[in-house]
């Protein structure tokens, strides 16, 4: 029984999972005194359970030998090079692994979910940011410090457009994520405020959101021929926030594949997992009960 804690953009999801199926779940709001809030959240949710290990998911780089966050870029600042090995020891007296959200949710995806037993798979989480990871040959990328296939939504997709926070020019998460979705949205001062808002005026027709939702797709789409490129995945999963929207997201993305991937590439089979909610703690609670798998 594994003890597992989402440190999401919005939100911080946990869970007790047994063999990797939800025994109970809960949430708490980002705000001030994320860490604080967690634990006691995780406290409560494992009363009378016995979990044996840990499993920490971060938004940004990890170090999973040093159990840190490296960095995020403007998600979490307080986890910041904290050992979180060392929290989830004091706070639960459990020993714990941290890894990197999208690479957990690849994990979850691939052991549990939506692509059981896929050997070469990518998976694009749409959410306050644009999160990815990768698994060839069966084997989950990390590299030499990390940084292998979780930076899939920091690939250049638009020479012309603005800096950003991670310092790169053009990235497919200041274009497509929620958080520069909302900062365009609020630019244009109309009243549609949020990604909901968005999808709904499109659903509706409305002319003037499909600039926006455009080039959006656009920035999903072309990071994702980009991924298939990098990796020739026969999967690619697309999970996160945004894919609440459904086909208005995975439409354009599968038809954008079928004109610009390589001649000879194969596209890979599209799957979005029906409980994207669990797809990070699910691989939690795999890389928790098998910290070297």
């Known amino acids: 029984m594994e003890l597992c804690i989402d440190f999401g953009g919005s939100e911080i999801k946990l869970a007790v999972l047994e063999r990797g199926v939800p025994v109970r779940t809960g949430t708490v709001p980002v705000g001030e005194g994320d860490l604080e809030a967690a634990a006691a959240a995780a406290r409560s949710l494992a009363e009378g359970l016995a979990p044996t ?147 709904a005026a499109v659903e509706a027709g409305d002319r003037t959101a499909f600039p926006l939702y455009d080039r959006a797709v656009l920035a999903w789409s072309a990071a994702a021929v980009s991924l298939c490129h990098a990796y020739d995945p026969e999967v690619l999963i697309l999970t996160g926030g945004i894919m609440r929207a459904g086909n208005l997201v995975a439409g354009p993305i599968e038809a954008y594949l079928g004109e610009h991937l390589w001649s000879s590439l194969e596209a890979p089979t599209i799957v979005i997992p029906d409980r994207p909610d669990l797809s990070v703690l699910r691989g939690l609670a795999v890389l928790a009960a098998d910290p070297h798998s």
Not at 73 to 96: N, S, V, Y
Not at 122 to 135: D, F, P, S
């Open 53 to 199: 290990a840990a499993g920490i998911a971060v938004p940004g780089v990890v170090d999973r030998a040093a159990g840190r966050m490296v960095r995020a870029h403007d998600k979490h600042p307080r986890l910041d090079g904290l050992d979180l090995t060392a929290w989830a020891r004091d706070a639960f007296g459990l020993p714990a692994v941290v890894e990197n959200d999208a690479r957990a949710a690849l994990v979850g995806e691939i052991s549990t979910g939506s692509a059981p037993g896929a050997r070469n798979a990518v998976l694009m989480a749409l959410g306050t940011g644009i999160g990815t990871a990768a698994v060839m040959d069966g084997v989950v990328l990390r590299g030499a410090h990390d940084h292998a296939g979780i930076l899939g939504g920091h690939l250049t997709v638009d020479l012309a457009a603005g800096r950003c926070n991670c310092g790169n020019v053009g990235c497919a998460e200041s274009i497509g994520g929620a958080w520069a979705l909302r900062r365009d949205l609020a630019a244009r001062g109309d009243g549609v405020a949020d990604v909901k808002e968005l999808f």
